[in-house]
């Protein structure tokens, strides 16, 4: 059987940490229209009978009835496509959810928390979805395979093998518990980095977010392609998502002024598909305001700047003055020194030190 499977679309998502310049948002939105349609183009033309949707699909928040109409209407194109839906956390199967109040077509079939079984003449189905913005526990462990002869596939979205407590909050899965549950294919959906080639014929599967979100998510993002038989399991990633997001370093320790920054930067040349991201590391020997510096960097492929710098000082310099900055630079050199410091203390205490000194400029 041949399927796609895909995660974490996040439709209508306000894209609220993007950037800093105006628009970039509803440009992103739009893309992600144009890269759902690309999945729906793909099915018709190689005649994929299964889709295999592993949460995320929206943004319950945000989500407008004008795009849940929009993406039914695609759903319409590939009847004869079973459509699997496994709600996530940020499209929990709620009282007032679309998956709840729409009339979806016919060939859409939406889990809900009451795990259920799909039998159709050479497979069955599994799926779990979230009925509420957090699941602490599915109860997947508890399926017992009974048609082992069957293929048999889960959807489902979960946090796999995650040992953090914010991980706990959002359906905790086991490899290993779903490995001996003996699933020909588990469509995992939450975490949105591609997963599918770990190790020797992979079977526990995440195709990451559909579309880029922002600069936590580099690199290429779209679909699985799979064909599975008993035993046998080839999987592809199809890249959907058209631009891709990179990070740009600049040590402006050797810099003098904004104008020599605000050269660099605009020096730099970028492929036409990208969006960048400048950090900004080292010492630097200027005032710094990002806000002006995007006001007159030219490179339009530039839509965010994060500012690491620190100011360029000698602490030990300065604690000889008998200033006032001399005064607060040794008082703080006596406590940087304290071989008891923890990292995290130090880091406070060098973020002090850098507004202290700007202050008694």
């Known amino acids: 059987m041949k399927f796609v499977h895909i995660a974490d679309m996040h439709f209508d998502s306000p894209f609220v940490n993007l950037s800093d310049k105006d628009g970039l948002g509803d440009l992103r939105r739009l893309e992600q229209r144009k890269a759902f349609k690309?999945?729906?183009?793909?099915?018709?033309?190689?005649?994929?009978?299964?889709?295999?949707?592993?949460?995320?699909?929206?943004?319950?928040?945000?989500?407008?009835?004008?795009?849940?109409?929009?993406?039914?209407?695609?759903?319409?194109?590939?009847?004869?496509?079973?459509?699997?839906?496994?709600?996530?956390?940020?499209d929990p199967y709620v009282k007032n959810s679309y998956y709840n109040k729409f009339n979806w077509n016919e060939n859409v079939k939406i889990f809900n928390s009451n795990i259920e079984k799909v039998e159709l003449e050479d497979v069955n189905i599994y799926g779990f979805g979230f009925d509420d913005f957090y699941c602490k526990k599915s109860g997947i462990e508890d399926i017992e395979i009974d048609d082992k002869n069957k293929l048999?596939?889960?959807?489902?979205?979960?946090?796999?093998?995650?040992?953090?407590?914010?991980n706990s909050e959002y359906n905790p899965l086991s490899r290993k518990m779903l490995k001996e549950k003996e699933f020909d294919y588990v469509a995992l959906g939450h975490i949105h980095k591609i997963d599918y080639n770990q190790e020797e014929n992979q079977n526990i599967v995440y195709p990451g977010s559909t579309v880029s979100l922002g600069f936590?998510?580099?690199?290429?993002?779209?679909?699985?392609?799979?064909?599975?038989?008993?035993?046998?399991l080839q999987l592809e990633f199809v890249p959907l998502d058209e631009?891709?997001?990179?990070?740009?370093?600049?040590?402006?320790?050797?810099?003098?002024?904004?104008?020599?920054?605000?050269?660099?930067?605009?020096?730099?040349?970028?492929a036409e598909n990208n969006l960048i991201e400048i950090i900004l590391a080292g010492k630097r020997n200027f005032e710094i305001d990002k806000y002006e510096l995007y006001k007159?960097?030219?490179?339009?492929?530039?839509?965010?700047?994060?500012?690491?710098?620190?100011?360029?000082?000698?602490?030990?310099?300065?604690?000889?003055?008998?200033?006032l900055k001399g005064l607060f630079a040794k008082e703080m050199l006596q406590r940087l020194s304290d071989k008891n410091l923890s990292e995290e203390d130090k880091e406070i205490l060098e973020?002090?030190?850098?507004?202290g000194l700007e202050a008694l400029e």
Do not use: C, R, W
């Open 152 to 166: 048999n596939i889960l959807v489902i979205h979960g946090s796999l093998d995650g040992g953090t407590l914010e």
């Open 38 to 90: 690309k999945v729906i183009e793909y099915i018709k033309e190689n005649d994929i009978k299964f889709l295999f949707i592993s949460g995320d699909l929206y943004e319950q928040k945000y989500i407008k009835k004008s795009t849940i109409e929009y993406i039914n209407n695609l759903f319409k194109e590939i009847p004869e496509t079973k459509i699997f839906i496994a709600p996530g956390n940020h």
């Open 296 to 323: 007159l960097i030219s490179n339009d492929k530039v839509i965010k700047i994060k500012n690491k710098t620190k100011i360029n000082y000698d602490l030990e310099e300065l604690a000889n003055d008998t200033t």
């Open 351 to 355: 973020k002090a030190v850098e507004i």
């Open 216 to 232: 936590d998510e580099l690199g290429p993002h779209g679909m699985i392609v799979g064909n599975l038989e008993k035993d046998k």
């Open 243 to 270: 631009t891709e997001f990179k990070l740009q370093d600049v040590d402006v320790t050797e810099m003098n002024s904004k104008e020599e920054l605000i050269e660099k930067i605009n020096e730099f040349e970028f």
